[in-house]
């Protein structure tokens, strides 16, 4: 299925671990889980487990795990519980109220607007060329403190 990111914005390092993809953005523990990708977008006041959203891309369900945010894929819905946040896998978009991002999985990127990195989930490359500042939440701002170069299996 190609290439997915580990992406550890505390630890400055990315590893790449098989077809699972573990976004976490304030923990600095990354929790591998299967074949999930794990998204932790927001909130800074609640950490917990660092999980607050956990997402199925290959078997296009919903696992619920001290889950903070309840999404539903199939609806393009989502009950906030400290992330706002519309995901919809079926029309090839994400779309996250307050960060400014535009997330397509199915069309191959990431791009998430206004200075952040280009991830290829669904080819065989990862293409960060833009990680700089990375992303703006709400009046919060992460950045990578290094230059992650392209990788291509």
């Given at each position: 299925?190609?290439?997915i990111a580990v992406i550890d914005l505390?630890?400055?390092?990315?590893?790449?671990?098989?077809?699972?993809?573990?976004?976490?953005?304030?923990?600095?523990?990354?929790?591998?889980?299967?074949?999930?990708?794990?998204?932790?977008?927001?909130?800074?006041?609640?950490?917990?487990?660092?999980?607050?959203?956990?997402?199925?891309?290959?078997?296009?369900?919903?696992?619920?795990?001290?889950?903070?945010?309840?999404?539903?894929?199939?609806?393009?819905?989502?009950?906030?519980?400290?992330?706002?946040?519309?995901?919809?896998?079926?029309?090839?978009?994400?779309?996250?109220?307050?960060?400014?991002?535009?997330?397509?999985?199915?069309?191959?990127?990431?791009?998430?607007?206004?200075?952040?990195?280009?991830?290829?989930?669904?080819?065989?490359?990862?293409?960060?060329?833009?990680?700089?500042?990375?992303?703006?939440?709400?009046t919060e701002e992460i950045q990578?403190?290094?230059?992650?170069?392209?990788?291509?299996?």
């Amino acid at each position: 299925m190609g290439i997915i990111a580990v992406i550890d914005l505390y630890n400055e390092e990315i590893q790449l671990m098989g077809i699972i993809a573990v976004i976490d953005l304030y923990n600095e523990e990354i929790h591998l889980m299967g074949i999930i990708a794990v998204i932790d977008l927001y909130n800074e006041e609640i950490l917990l487990m660092g999980i607050f959203a956990v997402i199925d891309l290959y078997n296009e369900e919903i696992q619920l795990m001290e889950i903070m945010s309840v999404i539903d894929l199939y609806n393009d819905e989502i009950q906030p519980m400290g992330m706002i946040a519309v995901i919809d896998l079926y029309n090839e978009v994400i779309h996250l109220m307050g960060i400014i991002a535009d997330i397509d999985l199915y069309n191959e990127v990431i791009q998430l607007m206004g200075n952040i990195a280009v991830i290829d989930l669904y080819n065989e490359e990862i293409d960060l060329k833009v990680v700089f500042a990375v992303i703006v939440l709400y009046t919060e701002e992460i950045q990578l403190m290094l230059i992650i170069a392209v990788i291509d299996l």
